[in-house]
């Protein structure tokens, strides 16, 4: 690129900025700004804070062909390096400007776009303008809120408070259909998925063969046989759950016709539907067994 077309392409970028507004000043730039906080630079052509090049720059005051983009960045890096307790929006606003100047090189030694290509400097001019802007209302916003009045500094609790009671009202938005469903899964919730099954008060027949050989040891005796008594007399007395006496009648019975098989005892009836008689023919029911298993019995 010769210098007339470096020149050219200069007065053009600069007729491009030209017609934008210059940035709102912003705290801790420029003049008033702390020597240390301050991004100096010392390159081949310029020496002084980034934002002053900055404004040389869009007013055509300096020759951004001389000036070296690798020493802008090298400086910059220094800059960050050196300034650990630098304000992070100070180092952002100093950033924006080294990539400003970056581009406004980089425009001066890449040839020229055709018409339609590439992004176009008014846009990114426009842009670059629209996020300095954004980022001093973030920080006067963030300022603003730290002026706010504070519990406990600005302002401070009622010493005794009135002890007004809060009344809340509870608006509900549900259907029938809701209310209904809600209480369903409370209850299944409540009720779990397990079955137990129901226990009943049953006479087993362990229990049925120990009762009758109790009773059939104690029965008069006529010579080695005792007298004939019923089946009733054995069932169990002042017991009222029905269940259990039914339970009751038939152990005793099945107890009866295992003793008569066993040859224990003689069973008579007089007919169908009678009451059930039977008696004792020996004196001892030790070796009494059910089903195979020994009973325990007492005379």
């Known amino acids: 690129m010769t210098h007339d077309n470096a020149i050219a392409?200069?007065?053009?970028?600069?007729?491009?900025l030209s017609s934008f507004e210059e940035d709102p000043p912003r705290e801790g730039l420029g003049e008033g700004m702390h020597a240390a906080d301050a991004f100096l630079l010392n390159l081949d052509g310029y020496e002084g804070p980034i934002d002053v090049l900055l404004g040389m720059a869009r007013d055509q005051k300096v020759d951004l062909a001389k000036i070296s983009?690798?020493?802008?960045?090298?400086?910059?890096?220094?800059?960050?390096?050196r300034a650990h307790q630098l304000e992070l929006?100070?180092?952002a606003e100093?950033?924006?400007?080294?990539?400003?100047?970056?581009?406004?090189?980089?425009?001066l030694l890449l040839p020229r776009e055709k018409d339609g290509e590439g992004p176009d400097a008014h846009a990114m001019a426009e842009a670059l303008q629209?996020?300095?802007?954004?980022l001093e209302a973030m920080k006067q916003a963030a300022e603003n809120m730290f002026k706010l009045p504070q519990l406990g500094m600005g302002i401070y609790r009622r010493g005794m408070p009135e002890g007004l009671r809060t009344t809340y009202n509870s608006i509900y938005d549900l259907s029938l259909y809701d209310v209904l469903r809600a209480?369903?899964?409370?209850?299944?919730?409540?009720?779990?998925?397990?079955?137990?099954?129901?226990t009943f008060h049953l006479m087993s027949?362990?229990?049925?063969?120990?009762r009758m050989t109790r009773m059939l040891g104690k029965l008069p005796r006529n010579g080695q046989c005792s007298v004939w008594t019923t089946l009733d007399s054995f069932l169990p007395e002042k017991?009222?759950?029905?269940?259990?006496?039914r339970s009751s009648l038939a152990s005793l019975l099945t107890v009866t016709l295992e003793l008569a098989k066993q040859g224990k005892i003689e069973v008579r009836q007089d007919g169908p539907f009678r009451p059930v008689y039977m008696r004792a023919t020996t004196e001892k029911f030790d070796d009494v067994t059910m089903e195979g298993n020994a009973v325990a019995t007492g005379t």
């Open 9 to 16: 392409e200069e007065a053009a970028l600069a007729a491009t």
């Open 69 to 81: 983009i690798l020493q802008l960045a090298r400086q910059y890096l220094q800059f960050i390096e």
């Open 89 to 91: 929006d100070l180092a």
């Open 94 to 107: 100093y950033l924006v400007m080294a990539a400003w100047l970056a581009y406004l090189k980089s425009r």
């Open 130 to 134: 629209f996020q300095l802007r954004r």
């Open 183 to 198: 209480y369903g899964d409370i209850k299944q919730r409540a009720k779990g998925g397990q079955y137990e099954l129901p």
């Open 205 to 210: 027949m362990e229990a049925a063969m120990e």
């Open 239 to 245: 017991n009222t759950d029905k269940l259990y006496m």
